[in-house]
């Protein structure tokens, strides 16, 4: 006898069957969920898989803001992804266990990212946590300042990486001698991500007499054009076969991977530099610290950090090439085990039965009273 799926709802303003939504995040999130034992997944609203125009001209997918209710009655339970106004514009009473997902709260974009995020998104936020049974975070560092500033029970969950699993490595890449140290920086926002921070770790580590060299893959700036022994990979698109490619070869031979953010929330190109056994070197900060694990992964430095400071890093984590493949092999890893969709569909999925399971039990000793 065929047991019955358990539904859940896929709840979010980013379509989930276009790829280059929300950087690809809740294409994967939705796959790996549907991909999940005994799971019927329906994503909720009015999303489509985009069209051939939509293709050919590189149209977004419009974002929605809310869905029926008449869509929820029924299911098991529903994953609202980075969906607060949408979970928020659900009228009660809704009696769908309902799990929100997240990266950041309103006051940490406000703050350290300096987005002009008004108030009001801290009161909607605060709410939407009340309606929900459960409330899921991408990092424990982000799950840790939501429970504190909402005085709610919070867990952290987190996110795979956005790379087709056919282009992941099997095994762990053979990196190029050390004699010659390849540092791979990846990001468009030069500032936040401290690409000049990245610069000045090759020229110090160069000036210490490493044969470092530096490879952009994103937005460089017009005055590191010419700026010897720099790499401009430009902006390469994982959407599209050869510039993904190309993205998996740059993160294979590379060294190492800096991220020496001012601020961010969880930058999955971490993740996505340990699968391919590549240390990362990154700041303490947002939920940086939960990426690497902790796990000889790679190594963090202070906000504070120079580049002279980050010279002694690279120079530190690749002076000892057996110390060098161990840090590797951590990485690579912790990405196949941990920083997967696979893996946090699962932990959805258990969160949710769970949840529902507790319903269950409830509803009987409702009706008694």
């Known amino acids: 006898m065929t047991a019955t799926p358990f539904r859940i709802g896929f709840l979010s303003p980013h379509n989930p069957y276009d790829r280059r939504a929300f950087s690809g995040t809740t294409f994967y999130a939705a796959a790996a969920l549907a991909r999940q034992p005994g799971i019927d997944l329906r994503v909720l609203g009015a999303h489509r898989p985009p069209g051939l125009a939509d293709r050919l001209l590189r149209r977004a997918s419009p974002k929605l803001d809310r869905v029926s209710e008449a869509e929820i009655d029924g299911l098991d339970a529903v994953v ?11 009228r009660p009473p809704c009696d769908t266990p309902l799990i929100h997902v ?23 936020e605060a709410r939407v946590l009340q309606r929900a049974d459960a409330a899921l975070y991408s990092s424990q560092e982000m799950a840790d300042r939501a429970a504190r500033e909402f005085d709610t029970e919070t867990a952290a969950l987190p996110f795979g990486i956005n ?99 001012r601020a961010d929330c969880t930058p999955m190109v971490a993740a996505e530099a340990m699968s391919f056994g590549t240390p990362v070197l990154a700041s303490d900060t947002g939920g940086l610290p939960s990426l690497l694990g902790g796990a000889g992964t790679g190594r963090l430095l202070p906000l504070a950090a120079d580049g002279c ?29 941990v920083l997967t969709w696979d893996s946090w569909a699962a932990g959805v999925v258990a969160r949710a039965r769970d949840l529902a399971q507790a319903r269950q039990r409830r509803a009987p000793q409702v009706a008694a009273a």
Request: no cysteine; net charge positive.
């Open 102 to 124: 997240t990266d950041a709260t309103p006051a940490f974009l406000r703050e350290d990212y300096g987005w002009g995020v008004p108030v009001e998104m801290d009161r909607r």
């Open 309 to 337: 400071d980050w010279a002694r890093a690279i120079q530190d984590v690749t002076r000892d090439p057996a110390a060098y493949a161990l840090m590797s092999e951590a990485g690579f890893d912790r990405a196949r085990s």
């Open 163 to 261: 790379f087709d699993t056919a282009r992941l490595p099997a095994s762990r890449p053979e990196k190029p001698p050390l004699s010659s140290l390849n540092l791979l920086f990846v990001g468009n926002d030069w500032v936040r991500k401290g690409g000049e921070i990245a610069v000045a770790a090759m020229q110090q580590a160069r000036k210490m007499g490493l044969a470092a060299t530096l490879t952009v893959v994103g937005r460089l700036p017009e005055a590191h054009r010419t700026t010897p022994h720099i790499t401009a990979a430009g902006y390469l698109n994982k959407n599209r076969a050869a510039q993904a490619a190309e993205l998996a070869r740059l993160y294979a031979r590379a060294h190492l991977l800096l991220v020496p953010s």
């Open 80 to 90: 609202g992804l980075v969906a607060s106004q949408m979970i928020d514009r659900i």
